[in-house]
Each structure stands twice: as C-alpha cells, then as structure tokens.
C-alpha cells in the first residue's frame, strides 16, 4: 500500500501521532498485514493494520462481531485469573466514529496494538515453543469453554466439513477451469482413494459423539505469539476463523502445519515426514492446555483430526490450483500444487505411522481420561 494511502486509512482510526514507518508484515496466506510505527509525542507506539480478505470473508460485519466478542471475553477471563489481558488477547483498536473496522470500497481494514516482545514462528525451531503454541491453543479453547458459541457467526460457513470440501474438489476437478486436471493425475487420485474417510469426523458430529464447542480452526504455528523472553505461549492471534467447531481440528491443523518435517511449501518432497517426537510434544502440550477438558472420544480421535486436516488442506490447495490460484496468495507459479504435494505426502506418512500416532496419544492420554 502507499504511503499516503496508509496515513489516510490510519487517520480512520482511534491512534494518535504520526506515522514513522510501515511495512508489510508476517506471511499469511490471507490478509494483508502491515506493522506501523508511529510517534506518539516523542514516543514510538507500533501496530498492526491489516487489510481484510473480503473475496474470503465475504460478511465483515459479522467477521469482526465475532472477534470483538471473542476478544472481551477473553480479556474479562484473563483479568479474573490474574493475566495481563494487554499481552494475552488481541484488542481492536475502534475506528474514530466507534467502529470495528474501516471501510473504504471494496476494501476493509482493522487494527491492533502490536503485541512486544514476543514472536511467532513459521517453524518449530525448538521442541519447547512447539509444546507451548500446543498449550497455547489448548489453553485457548479451555478458556472460551462457556462462551455462548450459539452467538458466533459462521465467517466461512463449512469450513472444516471435509466431505463439503471434497465435493467442492470434485467440482473443481470436473470444471477443470485452467485446463490443469490432466496433468495433477496422481493426485487427483490420491484423493479419490481416501473418499470414505471424509466424512468421519463430520458424521462423528452429526452423531453427537464429538462435542461442538469454540474452536479457532486455523491454528498454525505463525498464528499463536509466544513471550520473547521466556518462550512461554502468549497470545492466540489470526482469529478471523473462530467459529463453533471441533477440537480435534484445531489439533489437527497445528500438527499438519508443525510436526512436517519439511515446510507446507517444500518442493523436495523427499523431505516431508511426520516428525513423531514432535508429534507426541504437540499432544503433551494440548492436552496440558486443554486441563482434562477433552472427551475420551475427542482424545480417540485426535490422530484422526490430524490426518484429515492434511488431506483436506492438501485437497484445498489443489483445488484451487484446478480453479486458477484465486483463494491462496501464491508466489511462484505451481506454488498451491507444491503445497498439496506436501500435504498428500504427510498424509501418506501418517497412514504408514498410524499405530504409533495413537499409542502416543493413548500414553499422554493415561493421565487426562476421563
Ligand atoms: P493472516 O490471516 O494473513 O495469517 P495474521 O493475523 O496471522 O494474518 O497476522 C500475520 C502475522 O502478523 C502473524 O503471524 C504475526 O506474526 C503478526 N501479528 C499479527 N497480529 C499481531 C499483533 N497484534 N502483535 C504482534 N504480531 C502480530
Ligand atoms: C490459511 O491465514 P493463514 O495463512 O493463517 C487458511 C488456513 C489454511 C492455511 C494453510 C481463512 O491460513 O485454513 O490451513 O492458510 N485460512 C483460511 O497454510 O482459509
Ligand atoms: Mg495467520
């Protein structure tokens, strides 16, 4: 964004000062994130501006009711047990007539207090931070146990029902838009081979043997803050998804993201395995976070969650490959299909790793049962 765009946007805001730089900022696949320093009478304050997604959120309204929601209630939480809700919670800055976001167009901003002195990680580094973005998210989900989830907003509505997103491949597939499906095959088949496994979780659902409860539904490891100094998880970030879900797909997603061995994005798929020591840090430290909250199904499940959040992201990928790259922000050429490559390829190691993925569960698990 321009310069003197940027200032005319920020004007909109409730920050006083001037701005003394902006940058694009963070590597999300979605929004577009800018860190702004400004002065603040002598003093530099920093923030995070960000522009929405609107081809992908299509209600901002609804979007930001959701966060405002989600944020006070996480910050009244906080203050009852003692947390410091400045660092633990994201807060929205309103805008100068008391809105959540501003409008200009088709285009839709929001801003934040920059969290300080912590950080977020695009891979796990050390076994430690995995453990406490693991603790992190389940400490998340533990504290929004009694938020009134019937008042949440569905910002994209079946966004984890696997078997909807495996028709909607199918449909990609079948419109073959770019002229793409001849050449993507195996994969093609890769998908179609799995077909009766879509529907597990969303069935399991339906069944009422897994709860619905608040969940955050995106959560990668760039998406939860940890405390610089102590490496202790933080803040729970990117909440543009929390919507009523299930956890083993919060689980899930984060295992897909942080026990590869390789990046999402790797073109050596020699390199992508499951990680199960890192694996079997993710499920300590969720469970932890989590404090016995976790039914014995949601704990059966949990190997479940994490193999079909790869083969549904992996299958999202492509098909917006077949449908010409309109969701993902992309940079290079091939870049959503090298991401479903990597995808398939960890779902195929989970299925070669499966005994072993529930036996860590079940020991980790001997001491939550419930
Ligand atoms: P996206 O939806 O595009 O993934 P995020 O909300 O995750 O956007 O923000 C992108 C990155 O910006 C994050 O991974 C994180 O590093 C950083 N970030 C976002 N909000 C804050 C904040 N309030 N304080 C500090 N860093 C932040
Ligand atoms: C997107 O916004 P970001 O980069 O954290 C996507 C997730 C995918 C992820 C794959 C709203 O997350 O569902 O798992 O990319 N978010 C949305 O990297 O679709
Ligand atoms: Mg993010």
């Not at 805008?95 to 409008?103: F, I």
């Not at 008042?151 to 966004?159: G, K």
């Not at 917006?320 to 993902?328: A, I, V």
Request: charge should be negative.
């Amino acid at each position: 964004m321009q310069m003197q765009k940027l200032n005319q946007v920020i004007q909109m805001f409730a920050v006083d000062g001037s701005v003394l730089s902006a940058e694009e900022y963070g590597t999300g696949h979605i929004n577009r994130t800018h860190l702004i320093e400004m002065d603040q009478c002598g003093q530099r304050k920093r923030y995070i501006l960000q522009q929405i997604n609107t081809e992908v959120f299509k209600d901002v309204d609804k979007l930001m009711e959701n966060i405002i929601g989600v944020t006070g209630y996480l910050s009244k939480k906080l203050t009852e047990q003692g947390g410091d809700p400045d660092r633990e919670t994201l807060r929205v800055i309103p805008t100068r007539n008391a809105g959540s976001y501003y409008r200009d167009g088709e285009k839709c901003y929001r801003m934040y207090p920059f969290i300080e002195d912590a950080v977020s990680y695009d891979a796990v580094k050390r076994p430690e931070d995995f453990y406490e973005s693991a603790k992190a998210f389940g400490r998340f989900q533990s504290l929004l146990l009694a938020y009134p989830a019937h008042t949440l907003h569905e910002t994209i509505p079946d966004f984890h029902n696997t078997k909807k997103r495996f028709a909607a491949f199918c449909a990609a597939v079948e419109a073959d838009l770019c002229g793409r499906a001849a050449s993507v095959q195996p994969e093609i088949a890769f998908v179609m081979e799995r077909e009766p496994e879509m529907s597990v979780l969303t069935d399991l659902l339906k069944q009422k043997k897994l709860p619905l409860r608040v969940t955050h539904n995106d959560t990668k490891l760039n998406n939860v803050l940890l405390d610089r100094q102590t490496g202790a998880g933080l803040c729970v970030i990117d909440l543009d998804t929390v919507m009523p879900g299930l956890s083993v797909h919060d689980f899930g997603d984060a295992v897909r993201f942080g026990a590869n061995t390789a990046a999402e994005d790797e073109q050596d798929i020699g390199k992508v395995s499951l990680d199960l020591s890192l694996y079997e840090t993710y499920v300590s430290g969720y469970l932890d976070g989590c404090r016995g909250s976790l039914t014995k199904k949601e704990l059966e499940m949990l190997p479940m969650g994490a193999k079909l959040m790869t083969m549904e992201c992996g299958m999202r990928f492509l098909t917006d490959y077949l449908s010409g790259d309109t969701y993902f922000r992309i940079h290079r050429k091939q870049h959503n299909l090298d991401r479903c490559r990597t995808q398939f390829a960890l779902t195929a190691d989970m299925e070669h790793k499966w005994t072993q993925m529930q036996e860590i569960v079940q020991k980790q698990a001997k001491k939550d049962m419930r």
